[in-house]
């Protein structure tokens, strides 16, 4: 019952955070308080989950009766092609014409799309103002309800509608995050006595309704009075196009709260602190060396990855929330993520869960994650910025289960701070800040692997529990879920935990896993159900997988008879030269020396891998077991990269990565046993041994 009382402790410490949870340090708090529900082990007793769950409904309380500013606020992209749209028909006459004086001047009418971004081909906003994943969990009387307002870019500013597929243009001279977009806020009581401070243009209600154009050319302020209360004020922002996303230095915009309101906030943050650590302490004993060396490699990977972040000037993953790439996977998973979460938050539940596709044509899994995130963390990136440095962690126990600590340090330091080539934090980085599903698909596969390995007797495990079993096995499918190319690997995996554990005679543990891997169904089930065909995955294998074994043996024939110069041989060719002949990611143009250098070592892990696969074959299948599992889940996450569409080095990132951690353990357990035989070999150990 420990994964029970765990389950519910995390929905405890949610609930006692308070969703949507917008700040980095709440974000952070929770990870750490999952790494100490992960790394402990539960208190005995049901009551002290009463306890937490009391506990967690005084911090609910208290923090209902806080003052809070609770302006509302309406938002949307300021885009405007013709006459009589939704921004002019509901925009105060007066704003509308100065706004759209001054978007005419950036984007003339007259230019072609060509000459200034595809913004025209996407079309205008739909409504007056657009919905936010903020206003999930808190009715909203516009777009969401704000108690801080501070900005200096679109992404600090987090406005979701950058993200919807209607924006999703990638060519001409407009960058995304140029995007000009407008804000209303219309003050409330809670906000008198506290100052608004901004640069540029703003609209401020009057007594008799109509509006007063401030103009600050420098950031100034100005209070809000008893007055105000009730009144709006409108500000939108135009930056110059091409900017990046660095901070415009002509955008300002920040509410700074009354006393009344800042001892609020400090308050609510100490009952928010409070109340997970109480959940924490009456839920479970932390296993102190585990949850420490854990913390360690996390706040460790999360420093790393937002000093990499930083230094390249991307903020896709953390509290900002700026423009996908346009034209780019992350845009299509973020953009169908919030339609999603949205549905969700309305109670269509059904509809939310169709994903947007009737039958997945894309990748389908990252969506789900992303509507999760939004459902929990608004309209961030935070998930994937917590998630991100567990990575570290996972590879850190895989190499741990086979060599012990030392070299786990060794290779997870060398993980972490590998610049270029494969087994790289900062290549899952990079993916990642691009929106990509990979560095979360292979986490999930790291970790089933991890726990069937800590779970099978066969393979070196000593701790058999059923329900980590199955959590194992529903792990390894949801990386195949985000990652459908993990599909041989997850499968092989799944089949060979079935066997041994089938060979100990442990009919349990083959249930426990088929339970886990059972949640693969959901994919054909979903295409029946929403669509009426049945598909195992998605209905876009024409497309994803061009090349068939055919292909290869119509190659090898012609090969055979001397034909170097057919079609066969051409496309195979290509295909496995873009395979084996890539050097895989880089930060710099400067270090590809380093990373062909570092391919050449990936190749010889290959061919290390297909060797302990070979072995442990010809010893009939009794010797090596553990790592030929490893091996063999390595050499099957390549197989699709025979056939994929694109060779491109992210569809082979586990692949190779999984192959440099058989060479790593191949080579400790090589010298250990070297070591070993040179200290036997020393005459005094001879005599001491009986040798």
Same mark, same amino acid.
Request: proline share 5%; glycine share 8%.
């Given at each position: ?8 402790? =995390? ?14 340090? +709440? ?11 992960? $790394? ?9 989950? *009463? ?33 009589? +749209?939704?921004? +002019? /028909? ?5 704003? $509308? ?7 005419? %001047? ?33 009715? #909203? ?17 987090? *406005?979701?509608?950058?993200?919807? %597929? ?26 008198? =006595? ?36 009730? /009144? ?12 990046? &996303? ?71 993953? *953390? ?21 999603? @979460? ?9 509809? %939310?869960?169709?994903?947007? +596709?009737?039958?997945?044509? $894309? ?13 929990? $963390? ?38 972490? &701070? ?65 990652? #459908? ?8 995996? =799944? ?19 088929? &339970? ?15 669509? *009426? ?10 497309? @994803? ?42 930060? /710099? ?12 070592? @990936? ?73 070993? /035989? ?14």
């Amino acid at each position: 019952m420990s994964v029970v009382k765990k389950t519910v402790a =995390g929905a405890l410490l949610i609930l006692a955070t308070g969703v949507p949870v917008l700040e980095t340090w +709440e974000a952070l708090l929770l990870a750490m308080s999952a790494l100490a529900l992960v $790394f402990s082990t539960c208190k005995p007793g049901w009551r002290r989950i *009463g306890a937490a769950t009391g506990v967690v409904i005084a911090v609910i309380a208290l923090k209902a009766v806080l003052p809070r500013a609770d302006i509302a606020e309406a938002h949307n992209a300021f885009l405007v092609i013709n006459d009589g +749209e939704p921004l +002019e /028909r509901g925009l105060p006459p007066e704003i $509308f014409r100065s706004w759209k004086a001054q978007f005419d %001047a950036l984007y003339p009418p007259a230019a072609q799309p060509s000459d200034v971004g595809h913004w025209r081909h996407a079309g205008v906003p739909p409504a007056l103002f657009t919905q936010s994943a903020d206003a999930i969990w808190r009715t #909203p009387k516009y777009t969401r309800q704000v108690d801080a307002i501070d900005f200096q870019t679109l992404g600090e500013f987090r *406005g979701g509608f950058a993200n919807e %597929a209607q924006y999703n243009w990638w060519t001409g001279a407009l960058r995304r995050e140029s995007m000009p977009f407008y804000v209303m806020y219309e003050l409330s009581p809670a906000s008198v =006595g506290s100052t608004l401070e901004w640069k540029g243009q703003l609209f401020w209600q009057r007594p008799d309704g109509r509006f007063d154009e401030v103009v600050h050319p420098t950031v100034a302020s100005r209070e809000i009075a008893a007055q105000d209360a009730g /009144r709006r004020v409108y500000a939108a922002f135009f930056s110059t196009p091409g900017s990046v &996303l660095t901070r415009d230095e002509d955008l300002y915009f920040r509410l700074r709260p009354s006393l009344r309101l800042r001892l609020s906030a400090w308050t609510e943050n100490m009952l928010t602190l409070a109340g997970i650590v109480s959940i924490v302490w009456l839920v479970v004993t932390p296993r102190w060396p585990s949850f420490v060396r854990a913390l360690a490699i996390f706040v460790g990977g999360y420093t790393y990855m937002m000093a990499f972040i930083w230094i390249s000037l991307g903020k896709y993953i *953390g509290k900002t929330y700026p423009p996908q790439g346009g034209g780019d996977d992350g845009l299509v998973h973020d953009g169908y993520g919030r339609v999603m @979460a949205v549905l969700a938050s309305r109670g269509h539940l059904v509809d %939310a869960l169709k994903g947007v +596709e009737p039958v997945y044509w $894309f990748t389908p899994g990252t969506r789900y994650v992303r509507m999760v995130e939004k459902l929990v $963390f608004g309209d961030t990136n935070l998930l994937f910025a917590i998630a991100l440095p567990c990575l570290p962690i996972a590879v850190f126990y895989l190499v741990r289960h086979f060599v012990g600590n030392r070299w786990a340090w060794v290779v997870t330091a060398a993980c972490c &701070l590998a610049p270029a080539g494969n087994l790289s934090f900062l290549n899952y980085i990079s993916n990642a800040k691009l929106g990509y599903g990979e560095a979360l698909g292979a986490e999930f596969f790291l970790v089933g692997l991890v726990l069937l390995l800590r779970t099978q007797p066969a393979w070196g495990g000593t701790e058999r529990n059923l329900p980590v079993v199955a959590l194992a096995g529903a792990s390894l499918v949801a990386s195949m879920f985000i990652r #459908p190319n993990f599909a041989f690997a997850v499968v092989w995996v =799944g089949a060979a935990y079935a066997w041994a554990s089938w060979r100990r005679h442990d009919a349990a543990a083959v249930f426990a896993v088929a &339970l886990g891997l059972a949640t693969a169904l959901w994919l054909p089930f979903h295409n029946w159900f929403y669509a *009426g065909e049945l598909y195992l995955m998605s209905g876009s294998r024409a497309i @994803a997988v061009p090349l068939g074994p055919s292909d290869y043996l119509v190659a090898v024939r012609d090969l055979s008879q001397g034909r170097l110069d057919t079609a066969a041989v051409a496309v195979t060719s290509r295909q496995l030269h873009g395979w084996l002949l890539n050097p895989g990611f880089v930060i /710099r143009e400067t270090l590809l020396p380093l990373a062909w250098a570092l391919h050449v070592v @990936a190749l010889a892990a290959f061919a290390i891998a297909c060797w302990v696969v070979l072995r442990w074959v010809t010893d009939g299948f009794e010797r090596g077991t553990d790592l030929a599992i490893v091996a063999m889940a390595s050499i099957c996450a390549h197989v699709p990269m025979l056939f994929l569409f694109s060779t491109h080095f992210r569809y082979a990132m586990l692949a190779w990565d999984l192959n440099l951690i058989v060479l790593a353990v191949w080579t400790a357990r090589a010298w250990r046993a070297r070591a070993e /035989r040179r200290w036997v070999s020393i005459p005094g150990v001879q005599a001491a041994t009986g040798s």
